[in-house]
């Protein structure tokens, strides 16, 4: 039972992670469900024993008691109501915390977040959705084992006082059922694993097939995707297949109980009737009890075959977490608000106490999958006021170096410092209001464009405004008959790529960062744009209304002749560094991306030699 003891203790505190009062509520709702029929029983035993002559009473007892009985019944079924009403609050809150957990540490555990998100995002809603399902079902289990726990006890010891040889060869089936499920969960583990994984993978695709439409229209690949759709579920369907007959078969085994049971006390009680010493009511009460003690088995089983279900599932949901979260952060304690609205998700102020004089690193090196690709034992240093450009060809390590020293992937050596202090986790500090970053490949939710821009941060329309013309998207706003309001579509899909560029540079300006860090604005942002972005961005750090230290990848003109200090990268080193004039007399690399870039300039129609762009 090595897997089984931290799974009940990840079940423990799922169970009260909604709060310990509602579970013990839910519990104590639940018992009376499966503890009356103790009271039916008993009552079902005089009736007949009145009827059958056992026992001297008048017609209006039998009514009596048949009221009585049904009175249980009804009362019974009323108290499943609350129960199964309150039932259905204690899991939703289990399952939301749970899944707020996940989206916790995937967004803002410590560490690097780049690596955080391995799978794609259908696969991971996918998680996010069964194995969630699964837990929660798991540890809901807990409350109806109780309960047949209880029915069993007080019907052993009342079916005992009656006839024990009976009671104890009943028991027989009950422990040839626990041991079946006991031995068969280890298959259960294993098919409902690959059951879960490939259900994943038919999700994986079908989310990556929405995401991608146009590539695949574009491509004529709708045969090809619906081919490997094909395959994917038909994977899935033997897989399911499989999974559900081991589940099925296990509740069969454990129903075939109640058969077993009936059968044998019928059997063993008619010599025991025929020598008196068993009643036509003690038969009804046995009867009535066997059905209901075949639950505790199923129980049983259910908890059993849940067990290994609920280990994948715990590991399946770790794997989305921070590396060094473990399961008791998947079950910790979060707020929950199953009535009326949370309150405001308010950012954390901007943290202006220790504004930035200059940012260093020494020796940052990446080296990615354990390769030589990456970046090897860069230096560099930002001082306050400063625009730095990082440059360099194709996969030269430009992303990378930013992205080391934005925390969003793991150092393998280096470090990182701020005003001389040293930045243990950049991933958490280098955030805003220290840092906003605009990445190479932005990001837009299908939300307003104002809410895009935002993302949850209280700002004025003034600070908006700002923002926009910083990032010259004020004029695209303007014409816009929603403006600000107007949804954006999935991914931004109604906006330019230009548009989407300059929309999330917005976002980072908007953030009033001490440093601003733009990836590569060239890929979506002509010439002429690019450059008025850079006037605007230079004239606000000149007047204050903007962030006056600037990181930007770049091998456009517009950035390189505004910068103050280039770094010049080559396979991941530094190939040289300083400013343009310095670098176009003594880097050879420079040299090239230069005449590179004035050729591709004149190509696209800007201007071709340096001082020839038009003023601000
Ligand atoms: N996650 C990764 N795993 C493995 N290799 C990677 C990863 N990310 C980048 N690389 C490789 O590392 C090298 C540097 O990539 P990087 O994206 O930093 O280059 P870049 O200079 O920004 O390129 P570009 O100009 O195309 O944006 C490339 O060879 C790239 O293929």
């Not at 980072?508 to 605007?536: C, G, I, K, Q, Y």
Request: proline share 6%; with cysteine; glycine share 12%.
């Amino acid at each position: 039972m090595s897997r089984g003891r931290p799974v009940l203790r990840v079940a423990g505190r799922v169970a009260v992670t909604p709060g310990l009062g509602r579970y013990l509520a839910g519990m104590l709702l639940w018992l009376p469900h499966p503890v009356l029929p103790l009271l039916g029983g008993l009552v079902l035993k005089l009736l007949f024993d009145q009827m059958s002559g056992h026992a001297a009473a008048g017609m209006d007892q039998v009514v009596w008691l048949c009221a009585a009985f049904v009175g249980v019944e009804v009362l019974r079924g009323l108290v499943l109501i609350v129960a199964w009403i309150h039932g259905v609050y204690w899991w939703d809150g289990a399952a939301t915390v749970l899944r707020a957990n996940v989206l916790r540490s995937i967004l803002t555990a410590p560490g690097t977040a780049a690596a955080r998100q391995p799978y794609s995002p259908g696969e991971s809603l996918a998680r996010l959705r069964d194995d969630v399902g699964d837990l929660v079902d798991f540890t809901d289990e807990s409350v109806p084992l109780a309960g047949a726990t209880v029915f069993a006890a007080g019907a052993l010891g009342i079916m005992a006082s009656i006839d024990h040889v009976i009671t104890l060869i009943l028991l027989v089936p009950m422990l040839v059922i626990g041991v079946l499920s006991r031995a068969l969960s280890e298959v259960v583990r294993r098919l409902r694993r690959r059951a879960r994984v490939l259900g994943s993978v038919v999700t994986a695709f079908i989310g990556d097939a929405f995401a991608g439409a146009l590539a695949i229209k574009t491509a004529g690949a709708e045969d090809a995707v619906l081919t490997r759709l094909r395959a994917h579920n038909r994977d899935r369907r033997a897989a399911a297949v499989k999974d559900r007959l081991a589940t099925d078969l296990l509740d069969t085994v454990t129903g075939t109980t109640v058969e077993i049971g009936i059968g044998l006390v019928l059997l063993l009680a008619a010599p025991a009737m025929r020598r008196g010493d068993f009643t036509v009511g003690d038969l009804a009460l046995f009867t009535g009890y066997v059905g209901w003690l075949a639950t505790l088995p199923r129980a049983i089983g259910g908890i059993l075959h849940r067990v290994p279900q609920a280990a994948v599932s715990i590991e399946r949901l770790g794997e989305l977490m921070a590396p060094h979260e473990d399961a008791r952060d998947l079950s910790r304690r979060t707020g929950l608000w199953l009535r009326g609205e949370p309150p405001p998700a308010v950012p954390a102020p901007p943290p202006h106490a220790d504004p930035l004089q200059v940012l260093e690193a020494r020796g940052l090196t990446v080296r990615h999958a354990g390769g030589d690709r990456g970046v090897h034992g860069i230096d560099l240093r930002i001082p306050r006021g400063s625009f730095t450009v990082i440059t360099g060809a194709v996969g030269a390590g430009k992303t990378t170096l930013v992205r080391a020293l934005l925390g969003l992937v793991p150092l393998d050596a280096g470090s990182i410092t701020w005003n001389g202090r040293r930045v243990d986790d950049p991933g958490t500090f280098m955030v805003p209001g220290r840092v906003a970053y605009a990445g190479q490949v932005p990001r837009l939710f299908s939300e307003t464009l104002r809410e895009n821009l935002l993302l949850g941060l209280p700002a004025d329309d003034a600070e908006v405004a700002r923002a926009l013309e910083l990032a010259v998207f004020d004029r695209d706003v303007a014409a816009m008959p929603g403006g600000l309001a107007t949804v954006v579509g999935p991914r931004g899909v109604r906006l330019s790529g230009g548009q989407v560029q300059r929309a999330t540079a917005a976002r980072a300006l908007v953030r009033a960062p001490d440093l601003l860090v733009v990836d590569d604005l060239s890929s979506a942002l002509d010439v002429e744009t690019e450059e008025l972005l850079w006037d605007r961005v230079a004239a606000a750090a000149r007047d204050g209304r903007g962030p006056d230290t600037l990181l930007v990848v770049s091998h456009r003109r517009a950035a390189l002749e505004r910068a103050d200090r280039i770094v010049v990268l080559d396979r991941g080193r530094i190939a040289g560094e300083g400013a343009l004039g310095d670098l176009l007399a003594t880097c050879p690399e420079m040299r090239r991306l230069w005449g590179g870039e004035r050729l591709a300039e004149a190509e696209e129609g800007g201007p071709a030699w340096p001082g020839a762009r038009s003023t601000p």
